[in-house]
């Protein structure tokens, strides 16, 4: 088993994407969901997610912005969560709505969530050729992880 290698190699890859096109102070580290700290600027993704959420999740997404309908669930991912980093500064407390939340479409719906969708989607659609390009490369490496773990 080579998981760990390939595991850094797209840890790495990830890290490299969001410190070269966004910030040099975010960074990227293996998580078991795709989350957020804006505290540390740290963003976690995972590997294997629940289907359920990352269709829902994907389907509001390419929705929205169907420019990105070839772009994979774990870029889709990432780059929101990288919206969530630069659109912190007009983010809203929305702690009681969010606890409100009990379907995925209302989620999509916070205000925070949405703006975080909004940054991802008109950059990916702006920079469809090169987030493509990138998104290849990560999805190389993420079927070797796979590829693996069905081993
Ligand atoms: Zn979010």
Not at 98 to 122: P, Q, S, V
Request: one cysteine or more; proline letters at 2%; glycine letters at 2%.
């Amino acid at each position: 088993m080579m998981i760990s290698k390939e595991f850094s190699e797209l840890t790495s890859a990830l890290d490299a994407f969001v410190k070269e096109n966004f910030d040099e102070d975010y960074s990227v580290e293996l998580g078991s969901d795709f989350f957020v700290d804006l505290d540390t600027d740290i963003i976690r993704y995972a590997v294997i997610c629940p289907e359920a959420d990352e269709k829902s999740f994907c389907a509001d997404f390419i929705n929205r912005f169907p420019a990105c309908a070839d772009i994979s669930p774990l870029m889709l991912s990432l780059m929101h969560e990288v919206g969530h980093l630069e659109e912190e500064w007009q983010m809203e407390d929305d702690a009681k709505e969010r606890e409100l939340c009990t379907k995925a479409e209302d989620y999509y719906k916070l205000f925070n969530e949405r703006i975080a969708t909004d940054y991802a989607g008109e950059w990916l659609t702006k920079h469809h050729d090169f987030a493509k390009e990138c998104d290849k490369k990560f999805i190389a490496i993420y079927e070797k992880i796979l590829d693996n773990l069905l081993d």
